[in-house]
């Protein structure tokens, strides 16, 4: 892929967000070091930086999706009241994928688990109103 100052951008803007930046996240972020950016701009890259696999596209039942810069293969979890997206770590992934491959034959190469729950900060909130 040819190096473009403004893909380099929109790369270290997600691979810097802690939260799994929409594309809207990663354009407001953007537009302070490119102010003449376009959002279309931003869109086109995101996803050409996902589709060579420098970038992960994460496809959010509850919203939009949302890019991560980490590779290495994880999980992550929404909260369903803001929306926030938190990587989740486990172990117990790597046996179920030998599972799977035992019982189908296949390789695997990837996964996708998106858990959904509250968040603790939408937790304390929720229980300070009741």
Request: proline share 5%.
């Given at each position: 892929?040819?190096?473009?100052?403004?893909?380099?951008?929109?790369?270290?803007a997600?691979?810097?967000?802690?939260?799994?930046?929409?594309a809207?996240?990663?354009?407001?972020?953007?537009?302070?070091?490119?102010?003449?950016?376009?959002?279309?701009?931003?869109?086109?890259?995101?996803?050409?930086?996902?589709?060579?696999?420098?970038?992960?596209?994460?496809?959010?039942?509850?919203?939009?999706?949302?890019?991560?810069?980490?590779?290495?293969?994880?999980?992550?979890?929404?909260?369903i009241?803001?929306g926030?997206?938190?990587?989740?770590?486990?172990?117990?992934?790597?046996?179920?994928?030998?599972?799977?491959?035992?019982?189908?034959?296949?390789i695997?190469?990837?996964?996708t688990?998106?858990?959904?729950?509250?968040?603790?900060?939408c937790?304390?909130?929720?229980?300070?109103?009741?």
């Amino acid at each position: 892929m040819k190096y473009s100052r403004q893909r380099e951008l929109i790369l270290q803007a997600v691979q810097r967000h802690p939260v799994h930046p929409t594309a809207d996240m990663v354009y407001e972020s953007v537009r302070m070091a490119e102010p003449k950016i376009s959002l279309g701009t931003v869109y086109r890259n995101l996803n050409l930086l996902a589709e060579n696999g420098t970038l992960q596209k994460l496809s959010m039942p509850l919203g939009g999706d949302r890019f991560d810069g980490r590779l290495e293969p994880h999980s992550h979890i929404i909260c369903i009241n803001c929306g926030q997206v938190c990587d989740v770590e486990s172990t117990a992934f790597s046996s179920a994928d030998h599972s799977v491959e035992e019982q189908t034959g296949y390789i695997v190469t990837g996964r996708t688990v998106v858990y959904s729950g509250l968040c603790p900060n939408c937790r304390n909130h929720k229980k300070a109103e009741g």
